[in-house]
């Protein structure tokens, strides 16, 4: 193999796939990445088998091949002086001689051989297939993302519950406190379905495919799922987990609703939280005619803010996780906040008040 | 200066005893426990018993060839909480600094003290004479200028020693003593300190303050102050009830190694650590097993849970789980401990769940039972589990220390 690329591009695609590198695995081929120029692109591809990207681009070459090099290759090639990137292959030994401005590499590369094979999409495997753009789909992701569960314990919640119905599909996420559910649209037909696609490989989602409103080609098989923006494609292994039904918990009725400004919410939240420590960062929230009245102790002291907004219905006081709250006024794109109460020890629902399909759920915190 | 008391009861238990029955005072009282029960050791001997070369920690059988005229009484803890309580409230009427240490010392802080009882040395040997009088137990004085020194002096004159250490003595008194004498050097740090070459309090004090720091990290430090006779810790009346962690454990009636067995003793231990750590009013985020096999080689792992609990049922979850992964099921077991640190205060609510509601309900379920038990006692429910009418139960060892036993 024998190229030369620019720098920064060469960088820019490196830094992609980078955080597919395992930092340490079982497997010594895994910890590298692997290059492969056909003579007209190069595609670079890492996984650590939960999660595997791949970028291509097109790249003058003079020679094709294969290579797998330590992963120490992206900070190499970042740090690099010139203005464009050498790079020769001897494919007897994968010795790869790297070549920059005044600076010389020569890295111990691997044979490409053992390097897992990248999922593909067999027609016959193929349980769904959609289009969504990408812009839909990081909002969504981004109404979802957070509310996800840490605690490996419950693997089901370290998950985002992908549902596709006719043309839609449908996000759902919980740590089982809160839940968050969303759809955007999709160009989907077929039998209807789920999947639970691991958080932490969706933010690599988020990041990878940039703010470009180009459409993502996604195709679920077996137990990938794999999508495709431009020349990046993402390959996340499913959750082999059952996702509890979500309809069934979101409350139908309301004994009352507030509509309130999200910026001066989210900032009295924020300053609450100041106070509100231990375990659950509690802050009650009394909700009357004309005004909240938020409030949070500690051992340091004690707050007390009062927001307008607009009510119906029975007021109440209700106890909530601040980081809770504060998670999801920040994915808030509207204006207005929309509370829904449904009674002091009950499930509360925040809604977004430009996107309808956006919901909310908290559980409170039991006195 | 501050003026700083360290009252100390001497042979405490034994004394306890020797109050309540009169026909055995001036005689040697030996309070050991059961040796069919392999608690066979001597906790306190009167200082009658000491005489005939009887000590602390010694087994039983060694003690009745000592002293065979020796009295052998089991433990009374309620007894000698009973006299700690009484003996705590005749130190508060002098100040209400009064900071216990454990069940039978504690310390003073007299400085403010002097217009209503005069001196430190007058408080000192009149509440010496009181407990003696209105309790009628021993007890020895020490009086300083810290809390380090204090406890250094009186544990130098017993029994009823009545003995000043003053930072100007130190290099006269304090300096030529054993540094195994000395107050924050255990059974651990006193090998360690020989092997740097320091046999005596003042060898200690020569060393620089560096090479102390870089061989025990801060402890080095500390070590460093007190052989110099300087602690500026405060006399903190509260300090035995910030608890840092809650444990039981107990040294079983015979070994085991049956699954079954360990279960159901993890079980009880797990169930009284639960009962604590809900009285205190906190949850906890480790939990941690103790175990001695049949060769006295002992073991201790924790685990830190992803979030904090005060169920009983997740801490013996917790403990199983750790003995399965941790100890092989081979090796037969002579005590198990549970305890359970990293607390923080219960008065956070509980964070209602979505589709998990066991966990509510297992604390309104706790709530309940501890409930019952407060009012009926700790022995009014039982869990089935825990029944079982032929094997008595065995005794537990007492609660581990509470809070971190170093003055340091």
Known sequence: MRLSIPQSLLAEHLQAVAKAVPGKSAVSVLEGILLESNGESLTITATNLELGIRTSFSAAHEEPGKVVLPSKFIEIIRRLPGESVQICVHEENFLTEIKSGQSEFQLYGLSAEEFPVFPEATPDQIQFRFQVDAGSLKRALKQTLFAVSHDEGKPAFTGVLFTFRENTLFLASSDTFRLATTSCSIRFTGEEGSILVPAKNLQEVVRIFGEDEKMIEGVVVQNQLLLTCGEKKVASRLLDENFPNVERVIPKEFTGQASVDVVPFLQAVERASLLSEGLNHIVRISIGDGTMVIRAASKYGKIQETVAMQFEGDGLEISLNTRFVIDMLKVCEGDQCILKLTGPNKPCILKDSIHEEYLYLVLPIKA | ?408
């Open chain 2, 1 to 408: 200066m501050r003026q700083i008391i360290h009252v100390d009861m001497n042979a405490f238990y034994a004394s306890c005893h020797q109050v309540t029955n009169p026909a055995w005072r001036g005689k040697p009282i030996l309070v050991a426990g059961d040796p069919r029960k392999r608690h066979g050791i001597i906790l306190t001997a009167s200082y009658e018993a000491r005489r005939c070369g009887v000590k602390t920690g010694i087994p039983v059988w060694q003690a009745r060839r000592l002293c065979p005229q020796g009295i052998f009484v089991p433990p009374d803890h309620r007894l000698y909480q009973d006299f700690s309580a009484q003996i705590l409230e005749l130190l508060k009427g002098y100040t209400p600094l009064v900071e216990p240490y454990s069940i039978d010392e504690a310390w003073l802080d007299v400085t403010g003290s002097g217009r209503l009882f005069g001196s430190a040395q007058e408080i000192g040997r009149d509440l010496q004479k009181r407990i003696g009088s209105e309790l009628g137990i021993p007890c020895s004085v020490g009086i300083s200028a810290n809390k380090f020194l204090a406890k250094m002096a009186s544990e130098r004159n017993k029994p009823c020693g009545f003995t000043e250490l003053f930072p100007r003595d130190v290099p006269e008194k304090l300096w030529p003593l054993p540094v195994g004498e000395m107050v924050g050097v255990g059974r651990k740090l006193s090998p360690a300190l020989t092997e740097m070459g320091v046999d005596t309090i003042g060898r200690l004090a020569s060393l620089p303050v560096q090479l102390l720091v870089s061989r025990f990290g801060v402890i080095g430090e500390a070590l460093h102050h007190l052989a110099h006779g300087r602690d500026d810790s405060p006399v903190d009346p509260t300090a035995m009830e910030t608890v840092k962690s809650v444990g039981h454990s107990i040294t079983l009636p015979k070994d085991i190694n049956n699954p079954e067995d360990v279960a159901r003793v993890l079980l009880d231990l797990s169930e009284r650590v639960g009962r604590r750590l809900r009285q205190g009013c906190n949850l906890a985020r480790t939990v941690t097993l103790t175990v001695k096999d049949q060769n006295f080689v002992s073991a201790t792992r924790s685990r830190t849970l992803p979030e904090p609990t005060g169920l009983t049922e997740v801490i013996y979850q917790t403990t199983v789980g750790v003995y399965r992964q941790c100890f092989e099921p081979w090796r037969k077991i002579r005590l198990l401990g549970v305890s359970v640190s990293n607390l923080i205060p219960d008065d956070a609510g509980y964070q209602l769940s979505l589709w998990d509601n066991s966990g509510e309900k297992l604390i309104s379920l706790s709530k309940t039972v501890d409930g019952i038990r407060d009012r009926y006692g700790d022995s009014a429910l039982l869990r089935a589990r825990l029944y079982n009418s032929k094997e008595k139960r065995g005794k537990l060892d007492g609660p581990v220390p509470e809070t971190d036993g170093d003055l340091v």
